[in-house]
């Protein structure tokens, strides 16, 4: 039976997710081989990983030297005033960003909270018996402010 047959029009969502990192550049599978790889060019450069992994996406954010690095963009040096807040968010000289998208400026004097909601929907109860369902699993990484700001973004985890 074709995969499309068994699980309708989402069926992409049956294949195997795709585990990527923008480290040397373009988008490139996420392999056992090329995870050493990396790994290794940050031991030896004395690199530091401040976010190993969103979704599928690994090793997006990383210090080298004095610079931040989003994938193998510089966004930050040390010139820069930035601090990392989680789940892709960051402050960077007094505006806030998500993986480099501008969401607002940074609340000064007040507080910022980031966390996580799951928004994997369940499966129907009256989905057909026999049918092959295929669970994407999602998540909102969400920031919110004393000020009233709240963003949030849909993160794929398969």
Known sequence: MPLLAACGTMAHACQPPYHHTEYFGDSTYMSDELRGKVLDDIRAHHYTIIEPQIGLLYFPIVRKGDAIYLGNKPIATGKDSFWYLGQGYYQLNGQLYYMDEHVGAFPGGGTVVVHVEDRTRPMP??????????????????????????????VDDN
Do not use: F, Q, W
Request: glycine letters at 6%; charged letters at 35%; aromatic letters at 6%.
């Open 125 to 154: 109860d009256d989905y057909p018996k026999g049918r092959l369902y295929c669970r994407v699993r999602h998540h909102a990484s969400i920031l919110e402010t004393s000020t009233g700001l709240r963003v949030e973004r849909i």
